[in-house]
């Protein structure tokens, strides 16, 4: 039998749909023609890619008329990269990527996101040895258990051990745009401890750093933790569970306790291949939304998923180690395993929803921080995270899907595009995406107004 071109196959899968929608779909239903039908995507070995892999598998990307490749990539920055030179379509990023390529931090080029592919999801590990010191500061729960959240304040005197002893204290963090590298700071500033700052002459991110962040990719956490080389590391599943297998680490907190329902990874392209490609760029969104309505319909479609995820060309982790987080647990220390029924949502509390206000957020780590050296006004803010961001075209799927029957209008939020103010986070301060400047105020330890890092007492 000839092998079928992609058009062939467009035409039979269109047409297919077609004959479905006289018996199944509204009236009003219509079929986009994505301009580009073959597409490659990238992602990082984690399990918050997991909409790609369930769109993929479960055939959604094909019932929008899309043949898509997903590929795992090297490390983030090589990820970034082929996404702008075109070797990709697009990808599984982190938050910070988009925003920071577009601004010109690193990389310079315009990316946006019609999609967020999950909330939570992460975590901060330490050794062993690290722990065992902790401890001694940590209060116990009515079961004897360590009490959580668990503050920085508790590692602040074994940090001064070190430094007392005249050794540095080092942490790994995958990215320096990387949601974990703002949520390791934020812990760690939040327990009294500086995680440093990045100038424009040193991108290193510690100068004056009580402790010392620096880049490791996910799945080398566990291995660098357990050469010594790092005393511990804030990432994304299954490399905090991995820790806890190998007996040689323990998770002392997760990013929902640090932030609660912070939003995590995004899907990123590049604005020109969304201008070129805008019903290409529609279809791919309908299929990724669907994706994540399956992860969070069921107990069971769970658990498929992590038989899927445990696969090599996705994250090729042990099933056992990736449900650890993905069931509705997490394990902290070796046995003392936890209900956390929202330790990765992917649809719920609107999970998908590309909220300006979540790219607000990331921008003001960036100027607190030092990645953006001068002050910024909020109307800054809010102009780039509305370029970047883009809630029009991820209403254009969502209004297609619920055309099709695949979604109902009570999935979508009633928004401006930024969420209510909150204080849901491990120091009580409250975040309104609206008044970036007078957040960063709130903080005793990081950039605000006019400072620079030179300005800075040590």
């Not at 357990?226 to 007996?247: D, H, L, R, S």
């Not at 490609?277 to 309908?286: D, S």
């Not at 060309?313 to 990736?322: K, P, Q, S, W």
């Not at 069931?327 to 929803?353: I, L, Q």
Request: aromatic content about 10%.
């Amino acid at each position: 039998m000839p092998i079928l071109t992609a058009i062939t196959r467009r035409l039979l899968l269109r047409a297919a749909i077609a004959g479905a929608a006289l018996t199944v779909l509204p009236a009003s239903a219509e079929m986009l023609i994505p301009e580009k039908d073959e597409l490659k995507f990238g992602f990082i070995k984690l399990t918050d890619m997991a909409p790609l892999a369930i769109a993929k598998e479960k055939h959604f990307f094909e019932d929008e008329g899309l043949y898509v490749t997903i590929e795992p990539q090297a490390n983030w920055k090589v990820l970034l990269d082929r996404v702008i030179t075109g070797e990709l379509d697009g990808a599984h990023m982190l938050a910070g990527q988009p925003l920071a390529a577009t601004i010109g931090y690193g990389t310079k080029a315009h990316i946006v996101t019609p999609f967020s592919m999950d909330l939570n999801g992460n975590g901060i590990t330490v050794s062993n040895a690290v722990w065992a010191e902790m401890k001694t500061h940590i209060a116990k729960d009515a079961e004897g258990r360590p009490q959580h959240p668990i503050s920085a304040s508790a590692l602040k005197p074994v940090v001064e051990q070190y430094k007392a002893s005249g050794k540095p204290f080092n942490m790994g963090m995958v990215f320096p745009v990387s949601t974990h590298n703002y949520e390791l700071r934020y812990w760690l500033a939040a327990g009294g401890l500086n995680p440093g700052y990045y100038t424009p002459s040193d991108t290193s991110g510690q100068v004056k750093a009580d402790v010392l962040l620096s880049v490791t990719p996910p799945p080398q956490m566990p291995a660098t933790l357990e050469a010594g080389t790092i005393q511990g590391y804030c990432v994304g599943e299954p490399w905090n569970q991995a820790a806890v297998f190998k007996g040689i680490g323990v998770p002392v907190i997760t990013d929902y306790e640090i932030w609660k329902d912070n939003p995590e990874k995004v899907f990123g392209l590049t604005a020109k291949f969304v201008e070129e490609n805008p019903q290409t760029t529609i279809a791919l969104t309908k299929a990724l939304i669907r994706a994540g309505k399956w992860l969070d319909e069921s107990p069971e479609n769970r658990k498929e998923a992590v038989e899927i995820l445990a696969r090599p060309e996705y994250v090729g982790a042990d099933a056992e180690v990736i449900a650890n987080s993905m069931t509705g647990t997490f394990e902290y220390e070796k046995g003392d395993k936890r209900p956390a029924p929202d330790f990765n949502v992917f649809f719920k509390k609107f999970a998908t929803y590309p909220y300006y206000s979540d790219a607000v957020w990331y921008l003001t780590q960036m100027r607190r921080w030092g990645q953006i050296a001068e002050e910024k006004s909020d109307d800054w803010y809010a102009e780039t995270a509305k370029s970047v961001y883009r809630p029009d075209i991820y209403r254009q799927a969502a209004a297609s899907l619920i055309d099709d029957g695949l979604l109902d209008a009570a999935d979508i939020p009633e928004t401006d595009g930024y969420k209510p103010s909150t204080a849901e986070f491990i120091d009580g301060v409250e975040y309104d995406g609206s008044r970036p400047n007078e957040y960063l105020q709130k903080f005793e330890i990081g950039l605000k107004g006019d400072e620079d890092v030179a300005s800075l007492s040590n």
